[in-house]
């Protein structure tokens, strides 16, 4: 995750203040004031990469309309929990959710294609 948030920040050219994480090792505390500041007009935080930390229990719909997965997970159920942070009743702007689907020369770790037909499957 640090190297996402690097190379975002790198790429994007933002300031130090402009991205936050939020992962599960995090205490309590420390993520509500990250949350907090993401949700407020005057701060300079408009970009948080999470982990599956962020995916219940955290309404973003007011701060954002934005979600990219970097992973798909096994779970169709865990697949909508995670779109629905962005993407609930008083949304004012049309959710874009976006799944960046990696691919690797190792058999053994590319994983993306079979994950997407289970997914397909279980939807039906």
């Given at each position: ?16 203040e402009a991205i936050a994480t939020l992962d599960g090792g995090m205490p ?7 949350i907090e500041k993401f949700g407020s007009e005057k701060s300079p935080l ?48 049309q959710p874009q959710i976006r799944y960046l689907l990696t691919r690797s ?20």
């Amino acid at each position: 995750m640090r190297f996402l948030r690097e190379s975002l920040k790198r790429d994007l050219k933002l300031k130090e203040e402009a991205i936050a994480t939020l992962d599960g090792g995090m205490p309590d505390v420390d993520l509500k004031e990250i949350i907090e500041k993401f949700g407020s007009e005057k701060s300079p935080l408009w970009l948080v990469v999470a982990t599956d930390v962020a995916s219940e229990g955290i309404n973003l719909h007011y701060f954002s309309h934005r979600l990219i997965h970097f992973d798909i997970p096994w779970s169709l159920m865990a697949l909508q929990q995670r779109n629905g942070r962005v993407d609930r009743y008083a949304q004012e702007q049309q959710p874009q959710i976006r799944y960046l689907l990696t691919r690797s020369n190792n058999k053994k770790v590319d994983e993306a294609e079979r994950i997407v037909r289970v997914l397909a499957k279980s939807g039906k």
